[in-house]
């Protein structure tokens, strides 16, 4: 991210702290009346505390939908939770493990068009083609069982959620910035990466 987009990203974000905070403080100055000088609630007054947490909790959640649809479209977050994606390069004929990625998608065919748009991911691939021989296509295959929402345990997988989150944009609908690259899986399908 520039700085540029830096310093805009905390403006934004200061201002919907702001905002909750203003909220919150106007809902405390609601409830005050209700309470004693110890912070518990008036017995007298238990009805209309009630009813005043009511509102103050539907104004609250109203609110929280706004405030989250708004962190959403700050520019540097990513839409989509984190997702691992594994692949075996030429490592597998030695028995070796698989590659486990982490990046952010809404489930893996969003990942498989996101991977290639990844500098980290096509130096990857790049490895592994040059492993097969010039100008071939790299061997790789993908895990299916080791593709799952979340992440792995730390250190056990490659972390390209920095790297997805820090491109100046985001990226056009795909058409030719990826490399398309098909990957075989261990079924008998074909997945294709970037398209």
């Known amino acids: 991210m520039h700085t540029l987009d830096h310093a805009h990203l905390v403006i934004e974000l ?11 403080a106007e809902h405390q100055a609601r409830l005050a009346p209700y309470l004693t000088a110890d912070g518990e609630v008036n017995e007298e007054h238990r009805s209309d505390w009630d009813d005043a947490r009511i509102t103050t909790a539907i104004e609250a959640v109203d609110r929280l939908d706004t405030l989250l649809a708004q962190l959403g479209r700050l520019p540097g977050l990513t839409a989509g ?7 075996a390069g030429s490592e597998r004929y030695d028995g070796e493990r698989p590659w486990s990625f982490a990046l952010y998608a809404t489930g893996l065919d969003d990942a498989l068009r996101t991977l290639p748009e990844l500098p ?10 040059e492993l097969v021989g010039p100008g071939a296509e ?42 398309p690259l098909a990957i075989s899986t261990l079924g008998a399908r074909t997945k294709t990466l970037g398209r």
């Open 120 to 129: 980290a991911f096509r130096d990857w691939l790049r490895e592994e083609a």
């Open 138 to 179: 790299p061997d790789v295959m993908l895990v299916p069982e080791g593709c799952h929402p979340g992440l792995p345990e730390p250190g056990e997988y490659i972390d390209l959620r920095a790297e997805q989150a820090n491109r100046p944009s985001p990226a056009p609908p795909n058409t030719t910035a990826a490399v």
């Open 81 to 87: 939770p984190p997702f691992t994606v594994t692949i």
């Open 14 to 24: 200061q201002t919907i702290l702001a905002e909750g905070r203003t909220l919150q």
